[in-house]
């Protein structure tokens, strides 16, 4: 075997992520700090989850949406945190490429999925404000679990095309990625040769998995708000748009987040803005939803007090 096949098959082999370089006080700090807010975050999920399944009150569509929201927000934060903790701990970690490839795969199976269910939920609400007469026929628990299971079809077939595209990628000199996880962008960075068609590849199979839904969004919250100021009175608008404020607040800090990084990123953006930008949208957004759903809904507080008395 030549030096140059026996240094591309070490390549493969493994890729060392930097993370967050630093003092071993600050990594040890921040090593505590996402360890609660992974602990945080599957808690948060699993009791909302748990609280769907037993509270006959929340057999509805919306928070059957909610719950997968929950499972895909388990699945994200179970893919990336745990060996993040296992990098700020070694100040860099090596991982498999196996398991590099595995984490991405994960990754955007699950981001695919909650770019579509947002755009579902939306729908849902669009239905409950403008056709309220007609939202228990149009709604219907057959469709709500057909339209779930084409959203975790879409995901996990998206990321299935895009991990056999970068597979057959050559990967050569430099192992380094700097970043905190196994990011598709900073891989292919590490390929050998030109990889504007595999670029080209990705973008034209993931901007319609990101645009469509939001145009969905857009469209269906154009409507909302239109049908929201028709209502004569105050009570009833304030009432109308607070059914609508959790979702648009998970929506709004997704998608910005999404948006700097992968479809229009800032010019200049420095690699710890990336790395901060990314920890938003994979450890952060995950506790956040479950807070947002629970700190502003009456129906999930009823549902949590009704299990403590039991």
């Keep these: 075997m030549s030096y140059t096949q026996e240094n591309n098959q070490t390549a493969k082999t493994e890729v060392f992520i930097l993370g967050f370089q630093g003092g071993q006080h600050l990594r040890i700090v921040l090593f505590c700090a996402f360890l609660l807010i992974f602990i945080g975050t599957i808690c948060g999920n699993l009791l909302i989850i748990t609280l769907v399944s037993t509270s006959k009150d929340l057999h509805t569509p919306m928070y059957f949406f909610i719950s997968q929201l929950s499972i895909s927000d388990i699945l994200l934060c179970t893919d990336i945190v745990p060996n993040f903790l296992h990098i700020l701990l070694n100040n860099g970690?090596?991982?498999?490429?196996?398991?590099?490839?595995?984490?991405?795969?994960?990754?955007?199976?699950?981001?695919?999925?909650?770019?579509?269910?947002?755009?579902?939920?939306?729908?849902?609400?669009?239905?409950?404000?403008?056709?309220?007469?007609?939202?228990?026929?149009?709604?219907?628990?057959?469709r709500c679990v057909i339209l779930t299971s084409i959203c975790w079809l879409f995901g996990f077939s998206v990321g299935l095309i895009d991990i056999i595209t970068i597979s057959k990628i050559r990967f050569c000199g430099s192992k380094i990625i700097d970043h905190i996880f196994c990011d598709i962008v900073p891989l292919i960075e590490l390929a050998c040769s030109d990889p504007f068609i595999i670029q080209l590849e990705i973008y034209l199979i993931g901007i319609p998995i990101v645009l469509i839904p939001t145009t969905i969004i857009v469209v269906s919250y154009t409507y909302i708000?239109?049908?929201?100021?028709?209502?004569?009175?105050?009570?009833?608008?304030?009432?109308?748009?607070?059914?609508?404020?959790?979702?648009?607040?998970?929506?709004?800090?997704?998608?910005?987040?999404?948006?700097?990084?992968?479809?229009?990123?800032?010019?200049?953006?420095?690699?710890?803005?990336?790395?901060?930008?990314?920890?938003?949208y994979t450890v952060f957004t995950p506790l956040v939803n479950p807070i947002i759903y629970s700190l502003k809904n009456k129906d999930i507080k009823k549902a949590i007090q009704a299990m403590r008395y039991k």
């Design 225 to 280: 708000i239109m049908a929201i100021l028709r209502i004569p009175s105050n009570i009833g608008r304030r009432k109308a748009f607070s059914t609508c404020s959790c979702h648009l607040i998970v929506v709004s800090i997704f998608y910005w987040t999404l948006f700097s990084i992968y479809i229009f990123p800032t010019k200049g953006q420095t690699l710890s803005m990336s790395k901060i930008l990314s920890l938003l």
């Design 93 to 142: 970690g090596a991982i498999t490429f196996i398991g590099c490839i595995a984490q991405l795969y994960f990754f955007g199976a699950s981001e695919t999925f909650e770019c579509l269910l947002l755009a579902v939920m939306s729908c849902d609400r669009y239905v409950a404000i403008c056709y309220p007469l007609h939202y228990s026929s149009i709604m219907t628990s057959g």
